[in-house]
């Protein structure tokens, strides 16, 4: 399985020189597309059209509004388009557009990580302390966090938001975004699609679930080790509690666009995040917890690896591709000429 190669690379990367090399644990399942939708329930709750395009995957409770803290994705859910069918949790990105040289804009297809069968969507993480076995508390219900910003236009928090430029096939390294990854979108074709991986914070305050810019409740640790994958820094006082670390791998088809004449004149390259952002700086995560019962804690305490867990009920990739939401806001979200309030004309109200 492509994954194991993939956790034994990244932890030899971080523990090397300490002899043998034991897998680490975490979860890592597919989330099939549940829909893509110009919605965002934590940034603009009830606001229909939201500013900008998301694909969103997990519970089909996802709604504009999922009302804080009484939405209760679990019960208000009948089907999850993740691996395990406890988890009714939801989980969005940006969505990325090629912008064509006439100035149209085209949607850039996702695919499925290696190893793990889908549709489309997210791969999610979550890793418990590779140190300290009792260590992580999971998420309460109505929990909800933020990485990124989408209005950003400059360089972020280093490590938390990256892409990387993949090789034709594989790619068995690290998943922390150290190098070879970058805030900015790569320059160049890449061979092998673009991935990019959100990593959220892995200390909370113990006490709000969410905060007002779904942000300060948590923090990321601090130390030494603070960029080494899972919850394995230091937790600062304010920010006690050690919460598993979610992570978010999304990968961009844009083999089809490697091609000379489709790419501007001038060389740059051109993709752009459904935000208007052509930089890559905007790219953000957003986490609503909806896990059943203790279901999560359990996996965490287990120890889980991969996407097969004993301690949690799982589903067919079929029937969890089988779980979508038809969408609210009626545009073209492949291309931007049908619609105004449509992604291409946005992003050409922002790009000029
Ligand atoms: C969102 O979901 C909640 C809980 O299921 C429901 O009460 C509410 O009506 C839904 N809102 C919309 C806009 O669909
Ligand atoms: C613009 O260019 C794209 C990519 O080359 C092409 O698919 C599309 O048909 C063109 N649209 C118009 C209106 O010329
Ligand atoms: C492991 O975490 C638990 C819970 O936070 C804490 O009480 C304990 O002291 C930690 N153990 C070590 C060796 O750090
Ligand atoms: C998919 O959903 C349809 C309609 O609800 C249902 O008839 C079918 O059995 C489902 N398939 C799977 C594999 O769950």
Not at 13 to 29: D, E, N, T
Not at 93 to 107: D, I
Not at 147 to 155: E, F, I, L, N, W
Not at 207 to 228: M, R
Request: aromatic share 8%; net charge neutral.
């Amino acid at each position: 399985m492509q994954w194991k190669t993939l956790a034994l690379a990244l932890l030899a990367k971080h523990v090397s020189g300490q002899g043998s090399v034991p897998i680490p644990p975490m979860l890592r399942f597919e989330c099939s597309q549940l829909v893509v939708e110009r919605l965002d329930p934590l940034v603009n709750p009830g606001l229909v059209p939201s500013p900008h395009l998301h694909q969103i995957v997990g519970g089909n409770s996802f709604n504009a509004s999922m009302e804080h803290p009484t939405h209760d994705l679990p019960s208000a859910s009948t089907c999850t388009s993740c691996t395990f069918s406890e988890d009714f949790s939801n989980y969005w990105t940006a969505v990325l557009y090629f912008r064509a040289r006439n100035g149209t804009f085209k949607r850039v297809p996702q695919f499925v990580s290696d190893g793990l069968k889908g549709t489309g969507g997210i791969t999610v993480y979550y890793i418990p302390s590779t140190t300290n076995k009792t260590a992580v508390t999971a998420f309460k219900p109505g929990f909800r966090m933020l990485v990124g910003d989408a209005a950003s236009t400059s360089k972020g928090p280093d490590r938390k938001v990256c892409h990387r430029c993949m090789p034709k096939s594989g790619d068995a390294s690290n998943i922390n975004c150290g190098s070879p990854d970058t805030q900015e979108l790569p320059k160049a074709f890449c061979e092998g699609g673009i991935r990019t991986v959100i990593t959220f914070p892995t200390c909370w305050d113990g006490k709000n679930l969410d905060s007002p810019d779904h942000t300060s409740h948590v923090a990321y640790a601090t130390g030494s080790k603070a960029n080494d994958v899972g919850p394995t820094g230091s937790c600062p006082a304010s920010h006690p509690v050690i919460i598993p670390q979610v992570m978010y791998e999304v990968m961009w088809d844009t083999r089809p666009f490697n091609d000379k004449n489709l790419w501007p004149a001038d060389g740059s390259q051109p993709f752009v995040w459904s935000t208007g952002d052509p930089h890559g700086y905007s790219q953000h995560g957003d986490y609503v917890f909806g896990w059943k019962d203790d279901s999560l804690q359990r996996a965490m305490d287990a120890r889980c690896t991969g996407d097969v867990c004993n301690v949690l009920k799982s589903q067919t990739a079929e029937q969890a591709m089988n779980c979508t939401l038809p969408r609210v806001v009626d545009e073209d979200i492949d291309s931007c000429k049908s619609h105004p309030s449509n992604s291409g004309e946005v992003l050409r109200a922002r790009l000029g």
